[in-house]
């Protein structure tokens, strides 16, 4: 009987099997990850993951600066309700009357065509007919009687006075006006930024549908409007396509529902839906020139303006087999996608079209030469009003700029497309830089790896550029990202290659010097004993007490103590910018200024040392808890002059440092329960490190071994001198008279300290004994300095 899973063993066998051959064949191991990794970024051009699709649309953003031009057209102004005009004429939204007087201004200043971002789905609550109905219903004055004399005295006045949708409704049949839409759609695709609430909606097939009114592209004025609702009236069109294209309108998505203007003044002028399509990271690049509502196909809010300014009535549609290719509006022609899109090729941020306040037009300051023929967008810049949007150049554009910028576009003929054949290039263009890719990164020596990249990546990013100047999005992610690929994956297969060569050097070598050097060796890190002579800052701590310490405690104990010491003490020294010698058993040894410069070095070992006490103290509390203990530590600094390198054996090595100033810094580490101080440091490193701390000194010694005395400081911080803030003048006189030879005054003065002083008992009562002895022995020529015989 076979074993379970033999097959899938000796599938597995073969498989292992043609991977050693393969390995044994580093070209063809070359090719084959080459090719692998060639054929992966196909597959993500096909799948287009959301983070290459945004990452590719901010390439187009990084491209379109390209397509700036610096002439700008005279045929469009902005006229704007701003903040200004919402001050002088209130808040939003307006009576119509005032909105009539404003169209009657622009079309008496010979304007082309005046284009609303404005939806006009419900009518003017402050009509005198709609106060008038409130009014007779008792909405208006709830506390009045309903059918009073006062009562019927107003709605008489009311009745009397003109209704503004009637005025604005004549305005408009008297204008080249256009008024704006928004069409709903079930799934993904268009979109306008609006509140809770479906505004005054009508369905492709005219039931009506009521709601809330949305007044102002983006924001709703909170009304509710009910009647009936007329469809507007459809440009005409002229379909003309190629062999096999498809209808034009089953290219288009369809909107079940719409936003509609009122039906009295969908009878005096066209519409144009002012949708928007702002892409996945939310910035708008492309506007849905057509919009398919019902059986009937209607021009955005743009395209409807350019056929009000040329005075057409109807658009010419051009298919392919893919769906939409071109759309004609009079004498204008607009490349667009399959799917009625226009890539618009903003020339700027907010500002880049000319504004007008609002509150100028109605004023009259605004004269007719300056309005003349243009067209005039009128909408919003005030943010309270939400018709903000996201372009490449700003964040925060205006959208009824976003129109008036595709019609500059559409005006100089400023067009990027990306027509149907673009995917069969971008795969084309992937297999190409993969090819050239493997070649460069598989088969060529190392020197030539960088300009290689550098040519690959400058004709990827230069040809398109070139293509963009000439009107084609040509993205360079997908060509950029296969050099990355190929590129890695082969520097990794030929490193592991070279690991492997490596590997018999290793194998070599291994019989005569140890693994570690072998490693260095391999890595060419050059001569591993070399080293140098460098001034450096020197720390040694050691723990009072810890040999009887230890026995007193279980030795898992004691490792488990020395673990949660040395790890607080050594975050220190390394956030300090200090090296790390070695752990001699519960001492510790450390240095700054190697292998690394590290200014201000002697002042960051003081700081090391000081900061350790102070986290001693902290750390003893959860001693005492943990072990029953209370752990003491010295610390000794010296500056000046080691040798500093890699040392060892032939087959073992060490980072280390030798010298005298070694040796100096551990006999100041050992002289500190001398003195009863946490930390000393030599006159060479408290001399270094300038105001940083307070240096008390303590003595002036000749050291075995030294012929030069050394001067021994107990260092502090300037906030925190605990005892010495009291005893620093006392300790100043009384080694003074020291230092004169006045020995038995300096020996009862240094008794007296120690009684009054408890936290410095140790140094004072050292001096007082000193004292005493230099008085039954006086030195014979005596200059201040004690000579320390024992080590």
Known sequence: MKPPHSGFVRAAAKAVEAGQRLARHPRAFAFLAGLACTLGVLALYVVQPALLQRLDLKTYDLLLPLRKEERRSDALVIIDIDEASLARYGQWPWPRHLLAALLDRLTESGVAAVAFDIMFAEPDRTS?????ENLERGLAFPQAESGGGATRELSALLASLPDHDALFAAALGRSPAVLGAYAYYTRGGLLATFPSGDGRRVSGQGAEITGQGVDIAGHAPGAT???????????????????????PEQALTDAPDAVLPLPQFVDKAPVGFVNVSPDADGTVRRLPLLVRFGDSIYPSLAAAALMRAQDVDSLRLDSGPDGLERLTIGELSVPVSPQGFMHVVFQGGRGTCPYVSAARVLEGHITGEALEGRIAFVGTSAPGLLDIRATPYDRIMPGVEVHAQAIEAILHGNFVRHPPWMPGAHALVILLVGMASTAAFGFSRARVYAPLSLVLAALAVGTSAALFLHGLFFSPLYALLCMLLCGGALLSVRFWQEERQKSVLRQAFSRYVSPEVVRRITEHQGDLLAGEERELSILFTDLRGFTSLSESLPPQHVVRLLNEYFSPMTAIVRERQGTLDKF?????MAFWNAPLDVPGHPALAVDAA????????????RMEEHFGVRLHMGAGIHTGPAYVGNMGSDDLVNYTLIGDSVNL???LESLCKRYGAPALVSGDTALRCGQDFVFVLLDELRVKGKALPVRVFWPLRSENQGPWGIAAEEWEVARGRYAQGDFAQAASVFADLARRHPGLETLFGLYHERCRSLCARPP???NGIWIMDEK
């Open 610 to 621: 000081l900061s350790m006490q102070e986290k001693l103290v902290n750390l003893n509390a």
């Open 584 to 588: 001699i058993g519960d001492a510790l």
């Open 128 to 132: 005198p007919a709609r106060i008038r």
């Open 665 to 667: 810094a551990a006999r």
């Open 225 to 247: 409007a009910q009647g009936a609702v007329q469809k507007p009236r459809a440009p005409g069109l002229i379909a003309r396509g190629s062999r096999g294209a498809p209808p």
């Open 780 to 782: 014979g020529n005596w």
